[in-house]
């Protein structure tokens, strides 16, 4: 069902070419990148949180961890994750496919700044052997993102100036 919307939008914004159905589930970032032919970096994850109770999606690069005292600063409180068990109820996607595309109304995205250093990333597409190319620019406009925020680490925006 939830890879039927994904597809379905993707349809009616006219970028249905961008969904490759994989021989292979992508469990990990790092699986995901190897059954793609991508650098794990340019995986768009997108992690589900509970902020007052609510569930809020970030979208960070694969190299991307959440610093815990930048998202208290953005958020005001400490990052937790949507318990596992609950991501497909509240943001509409099952674990291994949660994408920024088709979820469940009133889910707020963000955008971490980790991905702009790139031109496209990969995200899931509602289930776990569904991948799709975008660029970040179709990534912002798409997902509805609300903003760009700035709440990661352990990630380069090139070799010279080191981590973040």
Same mark, same amino acid.
């Given at each position: 069902?939830?890879?039927?919307? =994904?597809?379905?939008?993707?349809?009616?914004?006219?970028?249905?070419?961008?969904?490759?159905?994989? &021989?292979?589930?992508?469990?990990? =970032?790092?699986?995901?990148?190897?059954?793609?032919?991508?650098?794990?970096?340019?995986?768009? &994850?997108?992690?589900?949180?509970?902020?007052?109770? &609510?569930? =809020?999606?970030?979208?960070?690069?694969?190299?991307?961890?959440?610093?815990?005292?930048?998202?208290?600063?953005?958020?005001?409180?400490?990052?937790?994750?949507?318990?596992?068990?609950?991501?497909?109820?509240?943001?509409?996607?099952?674990?291994?496919? =949660?994408?920024?595309?088709?979820?469940?109304?009133?889910?707020?995205?963000?955008?971490?700044?980790?991905?702009?250093?790139?031109?496209?990333?990969?995200?899931?597409?509602?289930?776990?052997?569904?991948?799709?190319?975008?660029?970040?620019?179709?990534?912002?406009?798409?997902?509805?993102?609300?903003?760009?925020?700035?709440?990661?680490?352990?990630?380069?925006?090139?070799?010279?100036?080191?981590?973040?």
């Amino acid at each position: 069902m939830s890879y039927e919307r =994904v597809k379905e939008y993707f349809k009616e914004i006219g970028l249905s070419d961008r969904i490759t159905v994989q &021989k292979l589930t992508g469990d990990t =970032v790092e699986h995901a990148a190897e059954v793609i032919g991508c650098t794990p970096a340019e995986i768009a &994850k997108a992690m589900s949180f509970l902020v007052n109770e &609510k569930p =809020v999606m970030v979208v960070m690069a694969g190299d991307a961890k959440v610093n815990s005292s930048k998202f208290k600063a953005k958020f005001h409180l400490k990052p937790i994750m949507v318990p596992h068990n609950e991501v497909e109820n509240l943001i509409g996607h099952k674990p291994g496919g =949660v994408c920024p595309f088709a979820v469940n109304e009133g889910v707020p995205i963000y955008l971490d700044v980790s991905m702009k250093r790139f031109t496209q990333v990969y995200t899931a597409g509602g289930i776990d052997t569904v991948t799709i190319r975008v660029s970040v620019e179709e990534l912002e406009r798409y997902s509805h993102a609300i903003e760009w925020i700035d709440v990661c680490k352990g990630w380069y925006v090139n070799d010279l100036e080191g981590a973040k």
